[in-house]
């Protein structure tokens, strides 16, 4: 079926928002899209860094430090921003500080039990000697991290990393996976609830830069986009009925 110029541009359009299409990118061998990272920053516990700036978590507040002491502060992005900007900005627990908290949330497209890992979290620096785990479903899980890399087996790097007043290239790229069947969910089942990290930092750095779901959920058509969808099929039809 020929639709209409007209119809089929926006017969594509709402089919593009109601398929919930974005702008897909690799990191190394591992596919996203944006819909596919941790969106949100529910509570933090702890220290953390972001290359130029300390911040305090205290459950759902945060802190910043500034020249004139801790100031109140919305809660830092850098490690749940979803424009493909997570091989240069992080959070990171450092060394003399403690163990950092964090919270995430999956609010675009959450994750499910599928085949093999379901969650991959990047990590900048060497994470050999640190300690990351994962608490999902009420039960904890450390991580073990690996390189990353690409199909033709080179390791990657982080390039324009900001740290302590320096901008680093060449930076170590990690990766830790999480299959939930690990945290007791069933084949299949999806995951709304938050995924609880805990960054015990070793001999280096904790910088986490990104976590991004490997096998998600779809996120349902709103009610009426069907009707729409279905509507403009028949218009199209129609217009091909027409005579010339």
């Known amino acids: 079926m020929k639709l209409p110029r007209?119809?089929?541009?926006?017969?594509?359009?709402?089919?593009?928002l109601a398929s919930g299409q974005a702008a897909a990118f690799s990191i190394g061998t591992y596919q996203f899209e944006n819909a596919d990272l941790a969106s949100d920053l529910l509570s933090g516990s702890g220290m953390a860094y972001n290359g130029a700036d300390y911040?305090?978590?205290?459950?759902?507040s945060w802190q910043l430090s500034t020249d004139s002491g801790?100031?109140?502060?919305?809660?830092?992005?850098?490690?749940?921003?979803?424009?493909?900007?997570?091989?240069?900005?992080?959070?990171?627990?450092?060394?003399?500080n403690g163990p950092l908290g964090l919270e995430l949330g999956f609010n675009n497209q959450g994750p499910i039990n599928g085949g093999?890992?379901?969650?991959?979290?990047?990590?900048?620096?060497?994470?050999?000697?640190n300690t990351a785990s994962l608490t999902i479903n009420g039960v904890t899980r450390d991580l073990v991290f690996n390189d990353v890399f690409d199909?033709?087996?080179?390791?990657?790097?982080?390039n324009g990393v900001a740290w302590d007043g320096q901008t680093l290239d060449n930076v170590r790229l990690m990766v830790g996976e999480a299959d939930l069947?690990?945290?007791?969910?069933?084949?299949?089942?999806a995951w709304n609830g938050p995924v609880g990290m805990e960054l015990t930092p070793g001999s280096g750095p904790m910088a986490f830069s990104m976590a991004g779901a490997l096998n998600t959920q779809p996120i349902p058509l709103p009610a009426a986009l069907p009707l729409m969808l279905a509507g403009l099929s028949l218009l199209g039809w129609a217009g091909r009925r027409r005579p010339a």
Do not use: I, K, N, R
């Open 151 to 158: 199909g033709e087996g080179d390791q990657q790097v982080a």
């Open 55 to 60: 911040y305090w978590g205290s459950g759902s």
């Open 6 to 16: 007209f119809h089929l541009g926006l017969f594509a359009l709402l089919t593009m």
């Open 181 to 189: 069947a690990d945290f007791g969910l069933t084949s299949g089942a």
């Open 70 to 96: 801790w100031v109140s502060s919305a809660p830092p992005t850098e490690a749940t921003d979803t424009e493909q900007l997570g091989a240069t900005t992080f959070l990171a627990a450092t060394q003399g």
């Open 116 to 129: 093999g890992a379901d969650l991959a979290f990047f990590f900048l620096f060497d994470q050999t000697e």
